[in-house]
């Protein structure tokens, strides 16, 4: 196109955009072949789509990636407003925020902010223009009305190109309507209609979404479609060919970690390797595409904790090839229906509560939750699984019931009736997903496909009468996001809608940086072991620490726990120690191979929360840690003890040189081991030094590895202070 008769153009356009004469924008820029318009022309005829009375979103939305951001001027803003009115309010916020932060002073920004403005409150309230049963039933209707076409393409059987094209109209579908699946389709011989399969690709949240959506597809689409939740178990083995390399069950070895509940899986391919050393997370996710495959998405889902790929190195079980394995992996755990995943896929958990709630859940003792990653995201202050499934019209809430003035029996009571008339009441609208127990509050927690037909018509209903009948105080909504503004429903029997109450910012919880991370859990598994699991902390509030878990071995027959987070915050150091060096620290204990990790139980678990104490404690107290300090118990840590408190020593299985990392600023991170004492030791380390208990514990004759290894029969170093 000629630069004087663009320039008209443009100008024309210009002019009708100024009188929002949007069709005739459209006339007008549909002259121009796509191939002959530059960004200014795209973006002008994305505003003209968008405005228009006959609105098209995706086509306007395609214009706008081809202008790119660095291009059209506003570009974050047209994309965040076509989010906005395609009902991705979470998506359509980034996009605004981002145009704020780039052009603050710009004209439109006082726009932009009520934008911003309106979307949070969106978000904080739950609110869904379009539920997601809507989209749903709108997305089927469409395939309906393309199903000619559809059927065609597959009935053709035309090679590969047939097939994307009708893959390429159901996606066009799916993302119309804002639902996210990848999709499989086969239609083979002695294949009676074709089978479309939609995955999750591994997340939870998104299975619950594809399961509602398979729930809600009319007759007219099962009769012509063969609907498949997840990826299925391919019996055949077949190649996975993915750009020039295959993988199979021959060229890729398999040696696997199990527990109680989970597995561990270690690949071992060349080509696997090859891509993970310039692209991590590609080679991760096709372990994981590899994995689904012989072994059924429902599966690794359930069952498999990770997906390393890896070679022999650092591994000590045998790698075999995996067609060799599949059979035996499969038998690891009860074999399980499908029909209800994952609502019937529950995980316990239990917690420290805080003396001072500011935030609904900080109380929590005990709870269980069939998505734990939605639980771990809302104590680290994350969003992810949340925002994908507003953004899908789908909402996951918490209902809150007040314990205040409630006995502990009656409380429990209450939540079993809560739970039983829910579970009764549960089906496409919403679905039970988890529930806990706080010192404060009691919670259930809901997965929601149409937020206002469960406020219109069952809130009342099933949550705030029978409370009321029950004699609760109160009862209270809010989302599953952290430190968000939550509603009352009734208090002193008295209704009050939209009152805001915990209005508490959102923690402020320091994590090392990326690199740093990484720096310390390569140390971490180079220097004590690779961990088989980590115990993630589902509550931070200061700094957020993991514990890995590192299995006995033959050269160190022992579990080992080990904090991964401590070490983000430097210690009160005092200033005469300063030059050496020894701000920052991480925790480690050893416990003997027959040490119950599963278990819930106090005689158990206290390794762990105390590792968990430990590791806040120079935050909580202003202070620091070192060797040879020493931390009292109150009590026992347990019945079965009579173990007084701790001392921090230098660790047994690592060398002077190899005790610490340092990070990329320069500073180090010390490890120390932490050991129990009796509270006669204690006394007798206080009363001379760390060295002088050594010498005692030596000179005694008990065993080395009675003292570096937890055993709670080993013999008292200080008898004559028992007496």
């Known amino acids: 196109m000629e630069s004087k008769a663009k320039e008209a153009l443009i100008s024309k356009v210009e002019a009708l955009h100024e009188e929002e ?4 924008m459209i006339t007008s820029l549909e002259e121009v072949p796509r191939e002959d318009m530059d960004y200014k022309l795209k973006g002008l005829l994305a505003r003209a789509l968008m405005g228009s009375d006959t609105p098209d979103w995706m086509e306007a939305r395609q214009l706008l990636w081809e202008c790119g951001e660095e291009d059209l001027p506003g570009w974050n803003f047209l994309v965040g407003y076509n989010y906005y009115h395609c009902d991705q309010i979470v998506t359509a916020l980034m996009y605004f925020q981002d145009e704020l932060e780039k052009n603050p002073e710009d004209a439109n920004s006082s726009g932009v902010k009520i934008l911003i403005d309106e979307c949070k409150k969106i978000i904080r309230t739950g609110t869904q223009l379009n539920p997601f049963n809507n989209r749903a039933r709108v997305f089927w209707e469409e395939v309906i ?13 035309d090679g590969n190109n047939e097939y994307a094209a009708a893959l390429e109209v159901i996606y066009y579908l799916l993302d119309k309507n804002g639902i ?35 729930q809600l597809a009319p007759k007219e689409v099962t009769e012509k479609y063969d609907l498949v939740f997840c990826k299925q178990r391919d019996k055949d083995q077949n190649a996975l060919e993915i750009d020039d390399i295959s993988l199979d069950g021959e060229n890729t070895s398999v040696a696997y970690v199990k527990n109680d509940n989970y597995v561990t899986i270690y690949l071992k391919n060349k080509d696997l390797l090859a891509i993970q050393r310039e692209d991590e997370e590609s080679a991760m996710a096709f372990g994981y595409l590899l994995t689904d495959t012989y072994l059924g998405e429902v599966y690794c889902m359930r ?15 045998e790698f075999r090839p995996f067609h060799e394995c599949i ?27 805080k003396e001072d709630v500011e935030v609904f859940r900080e109380d929590i003792m005990v709870g269980s939750t069939c998505i734990p990653p939605l639980m771990e995201e809302y104590f680290k202050h994350e969003t992810t699984s949340f925002d994908e499934a507003f953004d899908q019209g789908v909402t996951f809430l918490q209902l809150i019931v007040d314990r205040e003035e409630v006995e502990d029996e009656k409380a429990f009571e209450v939540r079993d009736r809560l739970e039983t008339l829910l579970t009764e009441n549960q089906g496409d609208t919403f679905r039970i997903i988890g529930s806990a127990m706080g010192e404060f509050y009691a919670y259930m927690d809901l997965v929601i496909f149409d937020i206002e037909h469960f406020r219109e018509n069952l809130l009342d209903e099933l949550f705030i009468n029978p409370l009321q009948e029950w004699g609760v105080k109160g009862g209270y909504i809010q989302v599953f996001r952290y430190g968000e503004n939550s509603y009352t ?27 740093d991370f990484e720096t310390v859990e390569k140390f971490i598994e180079d220097k004590i072991g690779p961990s088989n699991h980590v115990f993630h902390e589902l509550v931070s509030e200061d700094i957020h620490v993991d514990i890995h878990r590192i299995q006995p071995s033959d050269e160190l027959p022992f579990w080992i726990l080990v904090t991964q987070g401590m070490g983000a915050v430097p210690m009160n150091v005092p200033e005469e120690l300063k030059e050496y060096n020894i701000g920052r620290a991480e925790l480690m204990i050893l416990l003997p191979p027959d040490w119950n990790l599963e278990s819930e139980e106090e005689k158990d678990y206290w390794p762990i929360r105390w590792l968990k104490i430990l590791a806040h404690l120079p935050i909580d107290e202003d202070t620091w840690l070192g060797s040879g300090h020493t931390i009292e118990n109150e009590g026992s840590f347990a019945e079965e003890d009579l173990f007084g408190g701790i001392m921090l020593v230098e660790p047994a299985i690592l060398s002077p040189e190899d005790n610490y990392v340092t990070l990329e600023n320069g500073e180090n991170v010390q490890f120390y081991q932490v050991v129990p004492l009796y509270r006669e030791e204690i006394d007798y380390k206080l009363n001379t030094d760390a060295g002088a208990l050594l010498d005692k514990m030596e000179a005694s004759g008990m065993p080395y590895e009675d003292f570096i290894i937890v055993n709670i029969h080993r013999k008292n170093a200080c008898p004559e202070a028992m007496n």
């Not at 035996?328 to 917690?351: A, C, I, K, R």
């Open 327 to 353: 059979d035996e992996l499969l038998d690891l755990f009860e074999p399980t229906e499908q029909e209800d995943f994952p609502y019937d896929n529950y995980m316990s958990y239990q917690m420290n509560p």
């Open 180 to 214: 996210g699946a990848a999709i499989e389709l086969q239609w083979e011989e002695g294949i009676e209609k074709p089978e479309l399969t939609f995955s999750p690709e591994g997340i939870l949240g998104r299975a619950m979404v594809i399961r509602q959506l398979l």
């Open 21 to 24: 004469k949007y069709d005739e």
């Open 145 to 157: 009305h393309y199903d000619e076409i559809l059927q065609e393409m597959f009935s053709s059987r």
């Open 489 to 515: 429903m009734f208090d002193d029997e008295e209704e009050v809608e939209e009152e805001p109450i915990h209005e508490s910012p959102m923690g402020n919880v320091t994590y090392y940086s990326p690199k």
């Open 303 to 317: 069952n498999v904790d990770s997906v390393i790929i890896a070679d022999e190195s650092g591994v000590e079980e």
